[in-house]
């Protein structure tokens, strides 16, 4: 088994809670209130910029070309996500100029950015593969299900076989450059509780 299935294993407990929480079941049948998914763009947004970030992190700490061109296509993924969040902000009329993290946003972005400064491509990854692997694996979860039509753009975006071939592009790199050590477990366990956390707030 390679490390990031490993890692993704170890962690399903984590996985299974945030698939059941109310605000992911509320993606699926439509009953998450319009303000927590407004205020969940924004946040998710402000996110995105310090995720892309701790891509370049990655980028510039790569080792052969084919990390240059692995972390250069995930770049331009955040910046597909983040033109779907300009589509909800023209629909749901969503400011997202000079957006104010709340708490879990800025213990996540400060989480990835101060790891990523410490130049350890190995365990940057492992922090930045939960958000990856985990919004896939709820895409296509959510898809198998009767999908309301209120957030169906959100299901069907993190569903794409597209976002899920991103995913195993950055799980490739995690099996590259990391290996099974206790900084590289607990980076992906942190960044599994911080994805919780980060949706239950939004509710």
């Known amino acids: 088994m390679s490390l990031a299935l490993h890692l993704w294993d170890i962690n399903a407990d984590l996985a299974a809670r945030i698939r059941t929480h109310d605000f992911v079941q509320g993606l699926g049948n439509g009953s998450l209130p319009i303000e927590s998914f407004k ?53 749901l009329q969503i400011d997202l100029s000079g957006v104010t993290p709340i708490a879990e946003t800025k213990f996540y972005v400060e989480f990835l950015l101060n790891t990523a400064r410490r130049g350890r491509l190995g365990e940057t990854i492992a922090a930045m593969t939960p958000c990856m692997r985990l919004y896939a694996w709820l895409g296509q979860s959510l898809a198998r299900t009767a999908v309301a ?55």
């Open 39 to 91: 205020r969940y763009v924004a946040q998710d947004a402000y996110f995105l910029d310090a995720f892309a970030r701790g891509y370049a992190f990655c980028l510039a700490n790569g080792t052969s070309r084919e990390d240059l061109y692995g972390f250069a296509e995930l770049i331009s993924g955040v910046v597909e996500e983040l033109k779907l969040h300009k589509s909800y902000t023209e629909r």
């Open 149 to 203: 039509p209120t957030y169906a753009d959100w299901v069907k975006t993190y569903s794409d076989p597209g976002f899920e071939a991103l995913a195993v592009r950055l799980e490739a790199l995690l099996d590259a450059h990391a290996s099974d050590t206790p900084a590289v477990r607990a980076n992906y366990r942190r960044a599994m509780e911080l994805e919780y956390g980060f949706f239950a707030a939004n509710l």
